[in-house]
């Protein structure tokens, strides 16, 4: 390249111009023009002189129609027709009418035509001479005659009432003479506006006659000829582009060889260069001021030769002109370095996008959406159901299930698609909108006319497109089924990835595909490529491009494998990922209560939501209820640090310690501490890389309907909310205690005494805390929301709280259990005192057979007296005072035998010569269950028998067929 600066000459004196003479084009051109001027000043004034008049004959018929249908809907018009004297009524109003709005008559008569007003009162009542009958059917209309003032216009208009009816008619007449009065008085100002412009015109004809002289040089039409011949090669025929600016740069002329090279716009003259959007490097040239020769610029997808030169033309302009070459084949040199280039970004994208979650749909559609648009117009990745699922397929032969979808959207042009390759197109128009759905920004893709050099698109003029339709977007999750002869069937029988080049039947092979696709004709070129990861068939990812693109080739090809083969590996961690969760996911539910027991003590509901916030994966949250001996209910809410399977399996045993202590009907206490010593068991039993028991906490509580008592204990567990019936909202105080598993705290209870419909609100500390909330802030939440819930049901309670409380997205796992309390009616309970005599015995079975009949369970009364006895007896043999039975009825028939003892009795059997030993035995034939509870001091043996029918009868056991059962000697 090489430039050199330059000053401009100084300009000749100019010499004088000729006269405007007819040899000249300047001359030739006024004398034309000046002649035209004013033949178009007089067709001017004829024209409006004409118009005038028309106008005149059109105003006449406007207000005349405007003024009847005016007067014929002026409030009161109806009431004055039907009124006894119309003609006073209206004949000075239609007078005022008619002079205010200057027409010669305003004619109000009926619809038999008697006149009730006229301009001259001697025609009033009388016959109106005319055509008026066509407004009685039709409307209103107008007319125009020729009378003895000249042309005169007349509108008659009727007057109807509200039901339809005509209550008269309205005329009005107006003579064009009047209007065209009015016209007239405007006509000389016309004259003397042509006869202005005209002289105007003639001035300013001759002032642009001079001015095309200087311009011309004073040349005649021969060299005006030959000059517009050169001109026009130089525009049209010249394969080398011509630029012409000024000295600020501004673009004079330009060729269509420029136009093209620089894909400038229509309205590209007279407009900077700086403006019109080139490269920069081509504006700096452009506007360098100096000379410069064989300078390389880039100009969209070509390379410029460029030579600037300035014009020194004597009494000209200061200016420059450019012309340019196109030197793309340089380009084709660097075109497969660039290529690859392009290629590498993409891989590069493809690494750093997909793959960034566990999940297989979402996985599969960030592969679609990294190669759309940059590298194909329409992505799809159909996978196998047990992928998708989580499984292996490795018998797998069925469907395919399309799990993702991308498609680009339509091309605009060529431009469009360079453009696009530089990073300015904008995303897929499908793409998720998940932070990672900007546009693919990669290899670009030619358009059909272009020439193609390593994966570059270099475009000619040709190849310019019109905006091209979208295309359809497959349907997501849908079932496909690949048959021969398609290029899928080909790939997913050989296991290796195919490029489908347009065949010679371009439309029955679009036709085929589109049928098994799901895809519109159209389609130019396909990639189909299988999904494997560890030498095992996942699915088929698909790349397609249609007309609008150029055909994949095979480098495309080695790409879309790369591809594919990075994106399989991330999609089998995925797929392993979802299934390892399933299964946690499986053993966690198998480990929660599916339902909730039948109980008469509380009604509970409950809520357990996972976490939402990342992948957590399942957690240790956990919840009970456990029906207790004696109507009783136990309810346990626990909680286990941390998330996965080994939060999941720890909350297992922990819960099965729970149900497996509770069959010992132990206090809260020292079920809690056999639970806490059972945890720090299992934490030594571990070796020292196992992941110990660290954080887990829980709250268990005993409620006894009978008295309504609640016994609360808890370990490392925030206490529960107590909601009173009439609302109040308090949190009691419950005795506090490390974590389970710590030990070394003594464990304390807190007795409540609930009132029936108090409500008890247990929870996991997911519900009131998280990152941006400490715990009294979620507490006082809780209290808020609990206090707005008045009246409420357990499961209603349980939806209101979430409601209120829970944050939009959970960072932990919550568990709620709301229990309801209930009371058994003193109806329902019956306790008597018993001496230390076993003569008392028969007093409690007439007690008892006496309550049982009132309640209407006499069927009952043998095997209840029978279990008593035995039960009482042995109270009065081994146990201390005092001595007590309660009988209740609940879900079943419930009977209580407490002395101030703590031996329990054991079951044995008894040998054929023993004289005791077979009570108990009894006990355990007639009763459904029956145990030993241990309250505060003494014990308690209970049993329980089904109210339902169907139990077998006892009357049918004789007294021999009893003692036969525990006779060692009895067959």
């Known amino acids: 390249m090489r430039r050199r600066g330059h000053q401009a000459a100084d300009p000749a004196p100019r010499r004088a111009l000729p006269p405007l003479g007819l040899h000249s084009f300047a001359g030739q051109a006024m004398w034309v023009q000046l002649g035209l001027v004013v033949v178009l000043v007089a067709v001017a004034v004829v024209t409006l002189v004409l118009q005038s008049r028309n106008a005149a004959s059109q105003e006449a018929e406007q207000r005349s129609r405007a003024v009847a249908e005016s007067v014929a809907a002026v409030p009161g018009m109806v009431q004055a027709l039907d009124g006894p004297d119309p003609t006073a009524a209206l004949q000075s109003r239609t007078e005022q009418i008619r002079r ?173 260069v700086t403006d019109l959007g080139m490269d920069p490097k081509t504006v700096d040239l452009l506007t360098s001021g100096g000379d410069v020769s064989d300078a390389v610029s880039p100009a969209g997808d070509r390379l410029l030769a460029i030579n600037i030169r300035p ?119 499908w793409a998720p909108a998940d932070g990672h ?98 030498g095992v068939l996942l699915g088929l990812a698909n790349f397609w491009r249609y007309q609008e693109s ?55 509901a409950y809520r357990y939501l996972p976490a939402q916030a990342g992948d957590a994966g399942v957690s240790g949250d956990w919840y009970d209820v456990i029906p207790l001996p004696g109507a009783r209910v136990a309810l346990v809410v626990g909680d286990v640090v941390g998330h996965g399977l080994h939060a999941t399996a720890t909350m297992g045993r922990l819960r099965t310690a729970v149900h497996n202590f509770s069959t010992l009907d132990l206090p809260p206490d020292e079920l809690l501490a056999y639970l806490d010593e059972l945890v720090t068991t299992i934490d030594d039993s571990l070796g020292a890389g196992s992941a110990h028991i660290s954080g887990a906490t829980c709250l268990y509580a005993i409620y006894d309907p009978a008295t309504g008592r609640c016994t609360i204990a808890t370990k490392g567990h925030p206490g529960p909310a107590l909601v009173q019936p009439d609302g109040t909202v308090s949190f009691p105080g419950i005795p506090v205690s490390p974590p389970l598993g710590l030990g070394g705290e003594p464990f304390e209870t807190a007795t409540l005494e609930l009132p029936e419909d108090s409500r008890l609100v247990m929870f996991t500390d997911g519900l009131v805390t998280d990152r941006h909330r400490d715990i009294d802030t979620g507490l006082e939440q809780l209290r808020t929301a609990l206090a707005g819930l008045p009246g409420r049901t357990a499961d209603e309670t349980c939806q209101g709280v979430l409601d209120a409380v829970l944050p939009s997205h959970p960072s932990d796992d919550v568990a709620l259990l709301v229990a309801r309390t209930r009371r058994l009616d003193a109806e329902r309970i019956a306790e008597w005192a018993v001496q230390r005599d076993p003569a008392d015995v028969a007093r409690i079975r007439t007690n008892v057979t006496d309550r049982l009949t009132a309640w209407g369970l006499e069927d009952l009364s043998f095997a209840t007296e029978l279990i008593l006895s035995e039960l009482v007896t042995n109270a009065i043999r081994y146990g201390t005072e005092p001595i007590t039975v309660r009988l209740m009825r609940a879900g079943s028939l419930i009977c209580e035998v407490a002395d101030g003892s703590s031996t329990a009795p054991h079951l044995r059997r008894a040998a054929a010569t023993d004289e005791g030993g077979r009570g108990l035995y009894l006990v355990s034939r007639f009763a459904e269950r029956w145990g030993t509870r241990y309250p505060e001091t003494g014990k308690v043996v209970w049993t329980e028998q089904s109210l339902t029918p169907g139990a077998p009868p006892l009357s049918d056991i004789t007294d021999e067929a009893l003692l036969d059962q525990w006779d060692d000697l009895a067959p």
């Open 100 to 272: 205010r709005t200057h027409v010669d008559a305003v004619v109000v008569f009926s619809p038999q035509g008697i006149r009730y007003t006229h301009p001259d009162p001697k025609l009033i009542g009388k016959h109106v001479v005319g055509p008026y009958k066509q407004a009685l059917t039709q409307g209103t209309f107008t007319r125009t005659f020729t009378a003895s003032t000249g042309p005169t216009v007349i509108s008659i208009a009727p007057v109807t009432r509200d039901n339809g009816t005509v209550a008269g008619l309205v005329s009005v007449g107006i003579t064009v003479k009047r209007v065209q009065h009015t016209a007239s008085a405007v006509l000389p100002v016309l004259l003397g506006g042509a006869a202005g412009a005209l002289i105007v015109s003639a001035a300013s004809t001759v002032l642009l006659a001079r001015r095309l002289q200087r311009q011309t040089h004073g040349m005649g039409p021969a060299g005006m000829a030959r000059m517009y011949e050169h001109h026009d090669a130089v525009l049209h025929s010249v394969r080398e582009g011509v630029l012409i600016m000024d000295a600020d740069h501004r673009l004079l002329l330009t060729n269509d060889e420029a136009r093209r090279l620089l894909d400038l716009r229509p309205d590209a003259e007279g407009k900077r």
């Open 311 to 429: 014009t020194d033309v004597p009494r000209g302009p200061a200016g420059s002109v450019a012309t340019l070459r196109d030197t793309t084949e340089l380009r084709a040199l660097a075109g497969r370095a660039e290529a690859a280039g392009e290629r590498l970004r993409l891989l590069h994208a493809a690494g750093a996008r997909v793959g960034t979650t566990l999940d297989v749909r979402r996985t599969a559609q960030e592969l679609a959406d990294v190669a759309v648009p940059g590298f194909a117009d329409v992505v799809t990745v159909e996978l196998a159901d047990p992928v998708l699922q989580g499984d292996e397929p490795t018998t797998w032969d069925g469907p395919l299930r399309r799990a993702a979808v991308s498609v680009a959207p339509p091309h605009r042009s060529e431009g469009a698609s360079a453009a696009a390759s530089h990073g300015n197109e904008g995303p897929s128009t």
């Open 437 to 534: 759905a900007a546009a693919a920004q990669h290899t670009p893709r030619g358009h059909q006319g272009s020439e193609r050099v390593s994966g570059s698109s270099l475009t000619g003029d040709s190849a310019r497109q019109e905006a091209a339709p979208s295309p359809t977007r497959p349907p997501l999750d849908e079932l496909v089924i690949y048959s021969p002869p398609t290029p899928q069937s080909l790939a997913l029988e050989t296991r290796r990835a195919v490029l489908a080049p347009v065949p010679a039947d371009t439309q029955a092979w679009s036709e085929h595909t589109a049928q098994q696709t799901g895809h519109e004709p159209g389609l130019r070129s396909l990639i189909t490529v299988p999904v494997r990861a560890r």
């Open 550 to 604: 150029d055909p994949f080739d095979e480098d495309d090809l080695a790409v879309a494998e790369e591809l594919v083969g990075r994106a399989g590996v991330s999609i089998d961690n995925a797929r392993r990922f979802t299934h390892a969760d399933a299964i946690a996911v499986t053993l966690q539910r198998s480990l929660l209560p599916e339902a909730l027991p039948d109980q008469e003590a509380v009604e509970a």
